[in-house]
């Protein structure tokens, strides 16, 4: 009889486990790259990828996102550019973030680590910078705030409404940052001459000094099971970035194509 207890609770266990997988839209190994295009002259090349890790003794998954110029617009202004993200996996929170900024003559470099444990209520930073701070519980990084939003956002079991708003508070460049998504509605959009259906999102910006309206800045995610960030548009005063996938690897699901 306590064998089949026994039995029972793990067949139980191990199911609601691969229902939890199925919760999970992206693995450790996913990396996608994209193309930067600017105007006629500006170009470069971004990367967007998770991997597995280690930090203070414990495993993580490692995010990290680089961009870069390339071609005349590397010598006109060359741009290297990383953010990287240590994420614990049981809680998909960040517990150390870097950002390390080569823009022109301009550099920056920042390592922030989030301890989400001691207390109850908020969230304790430590910057390299500008030394303690704390936010609110369950804080964000910039990058592990859209691996936030693709698992518990369009993963979820909530259904997204056009014209609703989803937010996340992030710690970006030493301050509280909070990152609001318009959905738009579903959208297919090319990518390499190929249709994907994918959920378009608007993210509020302040109109004023770069922004022209709310809607300058646009991203879609595809509707399949990875929720995959596949295209971001820029629309500020002095022209329009795009960034489109190029390539991906490690997905979780295959992506739907539309012929």
Not at 37 to 66: F, R
């Amino acid at each position: 009889m306590r064998k089949t207890i026994i039995t029972v609770l793990f067949i139980i266990t191990a199911g609601l486990q691969w229902l939890g997988a199925q919760k999970q839209p992206y693995l450790p190994g996913e990396k996608i790259t994209y193309q930067i295009k600017y105007g006629i002259i500006g170009s470069g090349v971004a990367a967007l990828e998770i991997k597995e890790g280690m930090y203070n003794g414990e495993k993580i998954w490692h995010a990290v996102a680089t961009g870069q110029t390339t071609g005349f617009a590397d010598a006109l202004y060359k741009v290297r550019d990383a953010y990287e993200s240590y994420i614990d996996p049981a809680t998909d929170l960040p517990v150390f973030s870097i950002r390390n900024i080569q823009e022109g003559k301009y550099h920056k470099y920042n390592e922030v680590s989030f301890d989400h444990r001691s207390r109850s209520d908020s969230t304790i930073l430590f910057s390299d910078l500008t030394g303690n701070h704390s936010g609110p519980k369950g804080l964000l990084d910039i990058i592990s705030c859209f691996y936030w939003f693709r698992k518990y956002y369009l993963a979820g079991d909530q259904e997204l409404v056009p014209g609703e708003t989803y937010k996340m508070m992030t710690w970006f460049a030493d301050e509280l940052y909070p990152i609001i998504l318009r959905y738009k509605g579903k959208e297919t959009i090319k990518i390499k001459g190929s249709g994907i259906e994918c959920y378009r999102f608007h993210p509020v910006t302040e109109v004023g000094r770069v922004f022209k309206t709310e809607e300058d800045m646009a991203m879609w995610f595809t509707t399949d099971e990875n929720f995959l960030p596949v295209k971001f548009r820029f629309d500020i005063f002095v022209g329009s970035f795009h960034v489109d996938m190029t390539s991906y690897e490690g997905l979780r699901a295959p992506i739907n194509f539309i012929e």
